[in-house]
Each structure stands twice: as C-alpha cells, then as structure tokens.
C-alpha cells in the first residue's frame, strides 16, 4: 500500500515459504499422476471421485481432471444409484463448484460443469405421469436462476454469468416469458448504463419478442432509441451503449430514422466536442447514408463531412489514425 513502508521478510521466512510452497506443487503434481493413472486404468470408483474434488480444488482449470469426474458418475456411479441418490450427487456437485466459482467466476470449465449437472438431473420424486415427476429437476433449474441473478448483483459485467443465464432460460424445463427477461435487463441498465452484457441481453430478448409479435417492433424500437438516446448523454464514452445503438438503428434503416439519429449525436457532440464514439458514429451513420441512399443526399457533401471527422479523431487519437481512415472506404 502507498506510504506503508516494506518490511523485508528473513532469510528463514523465506526459505519457509519456498518450502511450504514446494510442499503444494509436490502435492499436485503427486495427485495429478494419480489422477491420469486411474483414467487410463478407467477407474470409475468413489475414491476417484473424492481424488478429482481434491484436485479441482487445487486447479478448477484442469479440464481433464472435469471430464473424468463427468466420467466416473456416467460410467460408475449413476447406474449403480437410485434416481434420489443421482439427484443428490448432482446437488452436491452444484454446491461444490459455487464454491470454486466464488473464487474463479470466469473459469469456463466450472461453467461448463454446471450446465453438464442441470442436463443430467434426474426426474422424480413421482412416477411418470404424476404432477412431481420432474420435480427434482424444475426445482434444480429454478434454484440455478436464483442463485444466478444473486452472482450477477455481485458482478453484474461478468459475461460469463451472462451467457449462461441465456442458457438457463433457453433450455428450462419451465420458460420465462420474455417480458420478465426484459424488465431484468432494464433494472441492469439502469442501475448501471456501461453494462455491456445487460444491453447485449436486451438485444436478444428485444428480437426474440418482435419475432413473437409480443412486441409491435416500430413502437418498441421508438421507446428503445428514448431509452438509449438518455443513455449516450449520460455517458457519451461507454461503448456498449454505442453498439447497442447501432444494432438498434440496424444496417437497412429507414432514411428519415438514420438521419433523425444524426441530428441526435450532433446535438450531443456540439456538447462533447472531443467525443470518439460521437464521431465514430457521424462516420457510420453518414456512411449508411451513402451507402443506401445514395440517389437521395448529398453525396460530396457528406464524404467531406466524414473525412473531416475523421481527422478529428486522428488529431484526438492519432495512435489508431489507420483504423480510422479506413472508415472512410
């Protein structure tokens, strides 16, 4: 910390914790030969089982060590138990890589695990064709949505939550209307306008609802440029609202929409004159013009107007001047 000052630690404390360090590796690398030795020999015993939580609790990255775990419950485990046994393996293995996601929330394999135990829970506790009889795994899957939005309050940018919310809603066994789905994404926005993710979702969810008919889309895309437009004067330097915009504005645009939108972001640049999206949007925007509407505007006009912001930005950024003037072609 600044203004604490360095206390060197002595020459025994460091051989201590060179050796206790030496203790760990020796330890691991000790387990990980136990490990791929019992995978050849396809060991799908519990003590298999109990030497990967060991190991995954070292190293949750070691994704060989996730695959014979899967293993050793489909090859050994699961056929020799009860459907309640499964269902409380399958719990357990859920508890068990929550743990490891508070420590690593973006290693892909403990997300990847998770998904492996929600596919294979099982049905019951009813027969087929009683009310229960995928009780286990609804209440399983409706937990995981709980516990989900729970992480995404302590990390609301995490894309990897994200991602896999998107999955827990596609493949429920009981659906989310997608209206629930989009007042989410509204509270996310509007607890923090530079969550990327949330925008993204939005999207998703905005287009799964105008392909429905839920949504009337000329009117729902209006209150969304509202929505966004409020968003840009807020914070006129966070990408993720930018890209939302243009996937708002899309690329086979009405005329008078593009040019409306252009008279939005100069309103907003004649306050911001050193903006960058600002500016890397007048390209855009001006380009589709061009592009679609070419027989219609200005054209010299508008290609003076884009090179002049162009050298606006280099003058602001000069490091990315290639990447900008190749906006211009």
Known sequence: MHGVKRVRDSREAIEAKQQRERAKIDEYLALTQDMLARKKDRDWSRDALTLTTRLLHLNPEFYTTWNYRRNIFRLGIFPASSPEVINRLIVDDLAMTMVALRRYPKVYWIWNHR????????????????????????????????????????????FHAWNYRRYILANSPVQRPDKYELAYTTRKIESSMSNFSAWH??????????????????????????????????????????????WLVGSDA??????????????????????????????????????????????????????????????????????YEEMLY
């Open 201 to 246: 979702q939005r999207s998703k969810v905005l287009s799964s609802m105008w392909d429905s008919g839920e949504l009337v889309p000329y009117k729902s895309r209006e209150e969304e440029f509202e929505l966004v437009m409020n968003a840009m004067y807020t914070d006129p330097d966070d990408q993720g609202i930018w890209m939302y915009h243009r």
């Open 115 to 158: 998904r492996w135990c929600l596919e294979n829970a099982p049905n019951g506790p009813g027969a087929e064709g009683e009310s229960s009889f995928a009780g286990w795994r609804r209440e399983i899957w409706e937990k995981e949505m709980s516990v989900l939005e729970k992480m995404l309050e302590a990390d609301p940018r995490n």
């Open 254 to 323: 009405d005329k008078t929409v593009i040019e409306r939108e252009i008279s939005v972001i100069q309103g907003l640049l004649d306050e911001q004159p050193d903006s960058k999206w600002c500016l890397e949007s007048m390209v855009h925007y001006k380009r589709l013009l061009l592009e679609r509407y070419g027989s219609e505007v200005d054209c010299e006009g508008l290609r003076g107007e884009c090179r002049e912001y162009v050298r606006r930005l280099t003058d602001l950024d000069g490091l990315r001047r290639g990447r």
